[in-house]
């Protein structure tokens, strides 16, 4: 039996209790530990709309929703999966640079451990420290990265962080497989001519929403799979990649997106892939009416939890 589970939806309603990730108990001790929901209320990277430092608090709250079998993937998480609501990671409000040190420096013990992180942003920029943590442990990993954009701008204003930066600096710095990386569904209008061929031209490989509107779910989803292969993989879902009409609360949101049921699917067929870290980024709840973009952000946290444990599931229906 796992140690941790959420709290019995039959003997506390969901809407009651303090609002913990799915109702996963708050700890902090990872022995017995087989997955962490772990917030980071950062947005000192946010180049337009401010407020993603809410976005932890924001999913937190209507994950209370979310139930224990998943059908679609056929797994019931907690007959194979341990998990917790590990709470915050430590930032400094307004300096990101000091934000990353202590995001990369609290969430490295917790991968060290073995424990597979799934990280609740915070703006884009977060990723960069996560990244950093993550190949301090397992050296250079592919990304797979749903987004409107692809993040990999040389600076901004004369500064090399904020939250169009972080995929260029992980390149830079070695961080990543760029020949197993791939990033999907780019769209909008860019800043310069070549912004999507800088991507490409740091060893990215780049699929727009239109691309992906012509070829299909399932052909970007072989594509994806072909790319990455065996290697270790990190999945970063910011959710602009979703239509602002099903997500429209986040930092720079871009017309022409999928639809939430779309991205869920896309997500569902990451399975297969030897992940080793999730986060979901860029809800921003003051522009959230329904609270819709959270719902849909607490939903692709509860898939990649699912995908955890289809993994955890195979490994002993094999044995
Ligand atoms: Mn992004
Ligand atoms: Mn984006």
Redesign the pocket.
């Known amino acids: 039996m796992p140690k941790y589970k959420p709290v019995d939806p039959q003997e506390s309603p969901r809407f009651s209790g303090i609002k913990t990730f799915m109702r996963l108990p708050h700890v902090q001790d990872l022995d017995g530990v087989d997955f962490a929901i772990i917030g980071v209320p950062c947005d000192a990277g946010a180049s337009f709309r401010t407020g993603q430092r809410s976005g932890p608090e924001a999913i937190r709250n209507v994950s209370a929703l979310l139930r224990h079998h998943n059908p679609i993937l056929d797994v019931s998480i907690f007959e194979y999966c341990s998990g917790i609501d590990y709470g915050d990671l430590p930032v400094v409000p307004g300096y990101i640079e000091d934000c990353y040190d202590k995001i990369a420096e609290s969430l490295f013990p917790i991968i060290d451990a073995g424990v597979f992180p799934i990280l609740l942003g915070g703006d884009?920029s977060i990723t960069l420290p996560e990244l950093r943590a993550l190949a301090k442990k397992h050296g250079p990993i592919a990304l797979v990265?749903f987004?409107?954009?692809t993040?990999t701008a040389e600076g901004y204003f004369g500064r090399p962080h904020n939250?169009?930066t972080?995929f260029r600096r992980a390149a830079e710095e070695n961080l990543l497989l760029v020949d197993h990386s791939i990033q999907v569904g780019m769209r909008g209008s860019i800043f310069s001519k070549d912004a999507l061929n800088n991507a490409r031209d740091l060893g990215f490989e780049v699929v727009t929403a239109g691309e992906i509107r012509e070829i299909g779910a399932s052909k970007l989803t072989q594509r994806i799979h072909k790319r990455v292969g065996d290697t270790k993989v990190f999945v970063?879902f910011?959710v602009?990649f979703v239509d602002p009409a099903y997500a429209p609360g986040t930092g720079?949101p871009e017309v022409g997106g999928f639809t939430s049921g779309e991205a869920i699917n896309l997500v569902r067929g990451l399975d297969g892939l030897n992940l080793v870290g999730c986060d979901v980024?860029?809800v921003l709840p003051d522009y959230d009416p329904g609270q819709i973009t959270s719902l849909l952000a607490s939903n692709v946290a509860y898939e990649f939890i699912s995908l955890l444990a289809l993994q955890k599931k195979c490994i002993i229906e094999k044995a």
């Open positions: 884009h990265q987004d409107a954009h993040d939250h169009g972080p970063t910011d602009d720079t980024v860029e």
